[in-house]
């Protein structure tokens, strides 16, 4: 359907379910961001404020959500970063259910809580910023490496059969926006160098293990008293390298990178070591995930900020695709 018109539904579902939770009176949701899920403001008369997310239908499961939520409570646990922690309902579970006239099938919700801050201005100077996403990146790794996971866990995976297999989670990147005969022949390239590469970089667990898998700047909330890392929809299993790739989504083009790169690979290794052969790598992750991204647009072209990347990123990504390969290939 339409997105305007499944806004519509979901705005009555998210309003209609905050009986679910001991919410106040008066308590209101305001839509504040859409992707793969929608996201509302939750406020209510005395200051009362919390994050409502309802989740995208068929694509996480029940099982999946609640994993998301026990390693989020795990790395707050260990201090590795700090997390948005999470109310149950009234039933005293973590993830409800609700459904509303109009949506064929019902959707699983999580109210989290608010977190105080702002992400840094990417306009700005962002090298600190990137040295300290670096630093909250390998605390994030190392706490993956040791903890033990229930047997049951289950999350996405972010690897080569997930972005380039026969049933891609995001979709197909030939199937993005102005994929024009050029562009896919430097992207098909690009692809077989990608999968090259990585298979002989290999999974070891040292490599590869459970990821944020969006750790943009924007899920970075900055106040006087630290940093807060949100949005752990994405995390799943991938290279830990993936998280510096995820870090300069739609901005890969910047000539600023080159210099971020360094400040995150500094921030990085103040608390987790990094080979040169791995640093030697990134540039790989950031070709994956720039491939990743161009199929999202493509899948996710009803949603306004796919809408706005889509006149030009798949020009722009042949020209990343093009210079690397001249690079590694």
């Not at 209101?28 to 997310?53: F, W």
């Not at 059969?161 to 050029?182: H, L, M, S």
């Not at 994405?234 to 510096?244: H, K």
Request: proline share 5%; with cysteine; hydrophobic share 45%.
């Amino acid at each position: 359907m339409p997105l305007e018109e499944l806004l519509g539904h979901l705005n009555k579902l998210a309003n209609a379910s905050l009986g679910l939770w001991d919410v106040p009176d008066g308590a209101h949701a305001r839509l504040i961001n859409v992707s793969e899920n929608a996201t509302y403001l939750v406020e209510a008369p005395g200051g009362y404020r919390a994050i409502l997310r309802i989740h995208r239908e068929n694509y996480h499961s029940r099982r999946a959500i609640e994993c998301e939520l026990e390693w989020i409570d795990a790395l707050a646990e260990a201090k590795a970063v700090v997390t948005p922690g999470h109310y149950l309902g009234l039933d005293g579970q973590a993830i409800q259910q609700g459904q509303a006239e109009g949506l064929d099938d019902p959707r699983f919700m999580v109210l989290f809580h608010f977190v105080e801050g702002a992400e840094p201005d990417e306009n700005g100077d962002l090298t600190g910023p990137f040295e300290e996403l670096g630093e909250i990146a390998a605390r994030t790794h190392l706490q993956s490496v040791g903890w033990p996971r229930p047997a049951d866990f289950e999350r996405l995976t972010w690897d080569i059969d997930a972005v380039f297999g026969a049933d891609p989670t995001w979709g197909n990147w030939r199937d993005g926006p102005k994929v024009d005969a050029g562009v896919r022949e430097v992207l098909e390239q690009v692809e077989a160098t990608v999968k090259h590469r990585l298979t002989a970089f290999g999974k070891s667990p040292g490599r590869y293990g459970l990821i944020h898998a969006d750790m943009r700047l924007a899920n970075l909330l900055i106040d006087e008293t630290g940093t807060r890392l949100i949005d752990f929809d994405d995390c799943g299993f991938g290279w830990f390298l993936y998280d510096f790739a995820a870090g300069i989504s739609f901005m890969e083009d910047d000539p600023r990178v080159p210099e971020l790169k360094k400040a995150w690979v500094r921030g990085y290794r103040k608390a987790r070591k990094l080979s040169a052969e791995e640093e030697a790598e990134i540039d790989t992750f950031v070709m994956l995930r720039r491939l990743a991204l161009l199929a999202w647009i493509g899948s996710h072209i009803e949603a306004p900020e796919p809408q706005a990347l889509a006149p030009d990123f798949a020009r722009v990504t042949a020209e990343l695709g093009a210079a690397y390969l001249k690079a590694f290939a």
